[in-house]
């Protein structure tokens, strides 16, 4: 949270034109094309050096911080979009889920899945504010006897045996 709040005023004092730009020395010696802004390495959108990498690239490499504190900063889009950038050298890797775990979240996906008025299982997440699936809210206005509708078979015995559990 700290480090959202740090950015937006960096943002909006840092200059970020090219011909502001200079060689910065690098944590490893080497150097790269960018400008310092408070102690800060700051780069344009495709000058950051290797070994630098944003959260979404290390949790791509299944890697994370460490509880390592941002090394630069990268800007695009005039300044109006940005990312922290971290250190590939002093990242983790990431944990892995126990079993345990894995079954918990899909137990848990499983009932964001189940309707509650028919009970079946779908392949997209129930919305929670109403808790029927897409077939249930299309046939909601049906009484029950229409022929060639298969929700009208079985959502009277389903709704039944709801209210009944």
């Known amino acids: 949270m700290v480090a959202l709040l740090m950015a937006a005023p ?31 390495p700051v780069f344009r959108f495709k000058w950051a050096p290797g070994g630098l990498a944003t959260r979404r690239q290390l949790r ?15 800007v695009w889009r005039n300044g109006q979009r940005w990312a922290w950038l971290y250190r590939l050298d002093l990242a983790k890797p990431s944990r892995v889920a126990s079993p345990d775990q894995l079954n918990a979240l899909d137990k848990a996906m499983r009932a964001r899945r189940r309707c509650r008025l028919c009970g079946l299982v779908w392949d997209y997440c129930i919305p929670t504010s109403d808790g029927r699936c897409e077939a249930c809210i299309a046939h909601a206005d049906h009484d029950g006897t229409d022929p060639d509708c298969p929700m009208c078979d079985h959502a009277p015995r389903a709704l039944a045996q709801a209210n009944a559990a």
């Open 10 to 40: 960096l943002m909006e004092r840092a200059s970020l034109h090219p011909a502001r730009s200079q060689w910065i020395e690098l944590w490893d010696g080497k150097y790269a094309l960018g400008w310092d802004h408070g102690g800060t």
């Open 60 to 74: 791509a490499m299944r890697m994370c911080p460490g509880g390592h504190e941002p090394y630069a900063l990268l």
